[in-house]
């Protein structure tokens, strides 16, 4: 497996674990950081066989993600933010496309970019500790990882807007109840039982499929493309592939699939 310097990076029986691991830092992502976490992703883009998800989560019960790292930010101007927030829009385009559900397990705290990260993932699944907020507001900006826009395509426009203007902290319990995570869990152990259970029951389903509800939702917030228009593409090229074949099949013979992939 690659070695990073910020990032530890493994493989478990079925999928990928990336680690977030700047202790020191709470895990604050800093430019390299990102790079290495694009980097991480792309290399894996082409490696999905045998692969049913990806789980990103930081290191240590304190904190997923403290945000971007704020020691960066002194001396940045207009030219530099831009930079440094469309470097970050790519890493968080890369994640929310993958063709394999990306699982973020949110342990502790996940602020400004960190909550961005949260949100760019497929599913989220939080300790009781989880703490979510997009501070940016504190230091006189707003998100700059896409914040603005995920946030209250999952939470709503009010809920997301009073998150941000505030920077209050948002806890587990709360954040469930707003549908921000799917799961609350006691502890770290738990949601990896719990992030590991879904991927297993995902590495049941065709990945064609799998891929194809991704990008069809994703599709649904693109304002312009037509999200109707690509779900009809997407269906009728699964329906003439081998897998729906053997999923029809296997209905009317009483069995469990055995997807092929293709
Ligand atoms: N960027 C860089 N360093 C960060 C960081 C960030 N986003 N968040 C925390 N750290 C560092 C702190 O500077 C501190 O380093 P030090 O020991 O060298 O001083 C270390 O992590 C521990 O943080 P500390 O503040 O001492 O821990 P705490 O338990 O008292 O508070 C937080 C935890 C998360 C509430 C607090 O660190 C915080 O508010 N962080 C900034 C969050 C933020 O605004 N993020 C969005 C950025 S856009």
Redesign the pocket.
């Known amino acids: 497996m690659r070695e990073f310097k910020f990032i530890n990076f493994n493989k478990g029986k079925n999928y990928y674990l990336i680690e977030i691991n700047r202790p ?3 895990n ?1 992502i800093n430019k390299e950081t990102i790079k290495e976490l694009k980097d991480c992703f792309l290399s894996i883009k082409n490696s999905t066989k045998g692969f049913y998800g990806v789980i990103i989560t930081g290191s240590g019960d304190k ?1 997923f993600v ?6 960066e930010f002194k001396g940045l101007n207009e030219k530099t933010a831009k930079e440094l927030s469309l470097n970050g829009h790519e890493l968080f385009h890369i994640i929310e496309n993958f063709s394999i559900p990306v699982i973020a397990l949110v342990n502790g ?1 996940a ?3 960190g909550c961005e990260l949260a949100l760019c993932c497929h599913i989220r699944i939080a300790t009781k500790n989880a703490k979510f907020s997009q ?2 507001i ?2 006189g900006t707003i998100p700059g990882y896409g914040g603005t826009q995920r946030l209250p395509q999952i939470i709503g426009k009010g809920r997301a807007l009073e998150m941000m203007v505030t920077a209050e902290m948002t806890n587990a319990e709360t954040a469930l109840q707003y549908g921000l995570v799917n799961y609350v869990l006691d502890n770290k152990d738990d949601a990896m039982k719990k992030s590991t259970e879904l991927i297993d029951i995902i590495q049941r389903k065709a990945p064609g499929a799998v891929a194809g509800v991704i990008e069809s939702i994703n599709n649904f917030y693109r304002g312009d493309d037509d999200g109707f228009g690509k779900e009809i593409q997407i269906f009728s090229k699964l329906c003439g592939a081998d897998d729906f074949k053997e999923g029809v099949r296997a209905f009317q013979e009483k069995r469990c699939p055995s997807f092929k992939g293709k």
């Not at 403290?66 to 020691?71: N, R, V």
């Open positions: 020191d830092q709470l604050a904190s403290a945000g971007a790292d704020i020691s705290y602020l400004g970019g501070p940016e504190n230091l």
